[in-house]
């Protein structure tokens, strides 16, 4: 059955968030990492806590004299990446729609939705905290496949996390890995892969 469908990732697809890491870890001042913060602002991935709350308790706990807004702030820092982008564009040239599927908390991806003109772009985006369930979770393929009308068995996923791309493929989605570093070149021999024109 040919891909009628697209859904792509944010981070480490369209855009790359690798100068993120730095910029987090200079704010928490040696007392903590990038990897010890994160898992708490996923925590806030699916819009049931505030981040921010969350956030500025791990902060008191590490004695960082920060504001959990300021780091909010610096994590929503990204780079979109063009050529990506121009890809995407000519993909749904040709008739296929694409959509982004990316977890995100409520402050970075409202900020993404506010600033970065993906509407300009994809067909429809879709942010987890708002969907109300985070990849890799199937349901979370399967509430936006419902929304959009699309067949499982007909959609592509791409993701540069192999949990997500297992959970798509779990809903019934065609999905693959894309390494985070090789930008668009990558995402286009995947498109190419399964003949999506672009």
Do not use: K
């Given at each position: 059955m040919p891909i009628t469908t697209l859904l792509l990732d944010a981070?480490?697809?369209?855009?790359?968030n690798l100068a993120l890491y730095g910029r987090i870890e200079a704010l928490l001042d040696g007392k903590a990492?990038?990897?010890?913060?994160?898992?708490?602002?996923?925590?806030?991935l699916?819009?049931?806590?505030?981040v921010a709350v969350e956030l500025q308790r791990f902060?008191?706990?590490r004695d960082i004299d920060l504001d959990s807004?300021?780091?909010?702030?610096?994590?929503?820092y990204t780079e979109p990446d063009p050529e990506a982008f121009a890809l995407v564009n000519a993909v749904r040239s040709h008739g296929t729609p694409?959509?982004?599927?990316?977890?995100?908390?409520?402050?970075?991806?409202?900020?993404?939705r506010a600033t970065l003109g993906y509407e300009r772009h994809f067909d429809d985006l879709f942010f987890s905290h708002e969907l109300g369930v985070a990849k890799p979770d199937p349901r979370f393929f399967e509430t936006i496949l419902a929304r959009v009308g699309a067949d499982p068995a007909s959609t592509l996923?791409?993701?540069?996390?192999?949990?997500?791309?297992?959970?798509?493929?779990?809903?019934?989605?065609?999905?693959e890995w894309h390494e985070r570093t090789s930008g668009a070149s990558d995402l286009a021999?995947?498109?190419d892969g399964y003949g999506v024109p672009h």
């Open positions: 981070d480490g697809v369209v855009q790359s990492t990038f990897w010890d913060a994160s898992p708490v602002e996923q925590r806030g699916t819009g049931e806590l505030d902060l008191d706990e807004r300021v780091l909010l702030d610096a994590w929503c694409v959509y982004l599927a990316t977890n995100q908390q409520p402050v970075r991806g409202g900020w993404m996923f791409v993701d540069d996390h192999e949990a997500n791309v297992d959970g798509a493929r779990r809903a019934g989605l065609h999905a021999r995947i498109l």
